[in-house]
């Protein structure tokens, strides 16, 4: 069973029409500890998908939630409980998933993602040949001129915005742990298209913010370390793994810790940036997000943030993943984060 048709609320957004349809599991496997990764059959999705985009999968929509192609053993995240067989058919909305490596040749996509409830439990403990319900690719993706160097040709600047907007710069992509894997295509199509890239995964992000960092404002500081993605222990070993064998290529990511008094996390933005212009795509939840749009206010980086939004339907119908944004005028209007999202100016989003 499958179909190709373009998703009636998000027909004003320029991209392809998505893929609904029956995704059968390659494989899945836990790669950290609460961390599994899900290698999906789907070619339409795979020949589609753009940087940024992402899929909404429908873990109880198939027989496999049922309990008859979940695996028993080797559970991703123990604590985390199954639902019964007596509740198949939950939970009802599907769940959107980064689409974070692409084997376009063998017709598969991989996503990667933290067991942190029924529905994600049961999909790291789908079993090769289940067969799942899947829609997408969704979002907005990145545009081409981001990835392709001085090749591409970017339309020309509307009213109000940046005339520098869509020239070819070079790209720093930022976020916090696993989360970076949100933007891996975009590194991968960013590298194949000669544009300089730099990725950054903030190693412990989540530690700093809880402390507070020591540094004005409760902005945690941060430095960068060179080659520490290869340390035993932590999350930095297995991420840059799972980063690596993930296709197509795509430049190493580095990892960055904060705290230990070198900074706050605008300054290492900043070293990153150097004093030439870049662009900027940062991606993670609410706090980082907001952090990253203060280091970038008032330089030269053109800013991007991918917002972590709950989608509950993914194309646009039910308006719960409704961002605020700004225009130039200081008005406020609502986008989807599912359509005119994820990704939206750093100076225009309205993070809560």
């Known amino acids: 069973m499958s179909m190709s048709q373009p998703v009636a609320g998000c027909q004003d957004v320029p991209a392809p029409a998505p893929w609904r349809g029956m995704a059968r599991v390659v494989s ?15 070619a339409d999705v795979a020949r589609r998908v753009e940087p940024l985009q992402f899929v909404q999968v429908q873990v109880a929509g198939g027989a496999a939630a049922a309990g008859a192609a ?6 991703p995240a123990p604590q985390v409980s199954i639902p019964p067989a007596a509740s198949v058919g939950r939970p009802f909305l599907g769940r959107p998933f980064s689409v974070v490596g692409v084997d376009s040749a063998a017709g598969q996509v991989t996503l990667v993602y933290r067991v942190i409830g029924p529905a994600t439990a049961v999909l790291a403990r789908l079993t090769p040949g289940a067969e799942i319900p899947l829609l997408g690719p969704l979002g907005r993706p990145a545009p081409p001129w981001w990835t392709a160097g001085a090749g591409e040709v970017a339309p020309a600047a509307a009213p109000g915005e940046r005339p520098d907007r869509g020239r070819p710069l070079p790209l720093l992509l930022v976020a916090p742990g696993w989360q970076v894997l949100a933007l891996r295509l975009l590194a991968a199509r960013a590298l194949a298209g000669g544009v300089p890239v730099s990725v950054l995964a903030l190693e412990n992000w989540e530690e700093a913010e809880s402390r507070g960092g020591g540094a004005p404002g409760g902005c945690p500081s941060a430095h960068a370390t060179r080659g520490s993605q290869r340390r035993t222990g932590g999350a930095a070993a297995p991420l840059a793994a799972v980063w690596d064998e993930l296709g197509p290529p795509a430049p190493p990511v580095r990892m960055a810790r904060v705290g230990g008094g070198a900074g706050s996390l605008g300054e290492l933005l900043r070293r990153q940036m150097g004093a030439a212009p870049a662009r900027v795509v940062a991606a993670g939840p609410a706090g980082f997000l907001r952090q990253v749009q203060a280091a970038l206010a008032g330089t030269a980086a053109e800013g991007y ?43 225009e989003v309205v993070i809560p």
Do not use: I, N
């Open 305 to 347: 943030l991918v917002v972590d939004a709950y989608m509950p339907c993914g194309y646009g119908a039910c308006l719960a993943c409704a961002v605020p944004v700004r225009d130039a005028a200081g008005s406020v209007r609502y986008e989807r984060a599912c359509c005119e999202g994820r990704w939206f100016p750093a100076e």
């Open 28 to 42: 899945t496997r836990r790669v950290a500890p609460g961390v599994a990764a899900t290698t999906l059959a789907t």
């Open 70 to 75: 979940v695996a028993s053993t080797a559970d």
